[in-house]
């Protein structure tokens, strides 16, 4: 059964994007609903994730590449990990 996920207009009903997001490892800080940050929670804190231009979000090759990448921050609780570009980003992002 394939899930209809809508990130800034796109349609991303593929059978890999689901299967992507079944494999991906999730943990307590990344963002809701993969983890337990609420984000925009706190008015006062910035809460970036990966699509907006983080230097260690490594996209994947071709059109995973607009949503999919590994993160190459060695002080990222999802370094080494592949990551959806919406699932983290607080305390761990930095403007490339």
Not at 11 to 28: C, E, F, G, I, S
Not at 53 to 62: H, P
Request: with cysteine; net charge negative.
């Amino acid at each position: 059964m394939l899930r209809t996920v809508l990130y800034g207009g796109l349609d991303m009903r593929t059978a890999l994007h689901d299967q992507l997001l079944d494999a991906m490892a999730k943990h307590p800080a990344d963002y809701a609903p993969w983890g337990a940050v609420e984000r925009w929670a706190d008015a006062d804190k910035h809460y970036p994730d990966c699509s907006v231009g983080c230097k260690y979000f490594s996209a994947l090759e071709g059109k995973l590449g607009y949503d999919w990448g590994v993160c190459i921050n060695k002080k990222s609780h999802r370094f080494g990990l592949l990551t959806f570009e919406h699932q983290a980003g607080v305390d761990c992002f930095e403007k490339a």
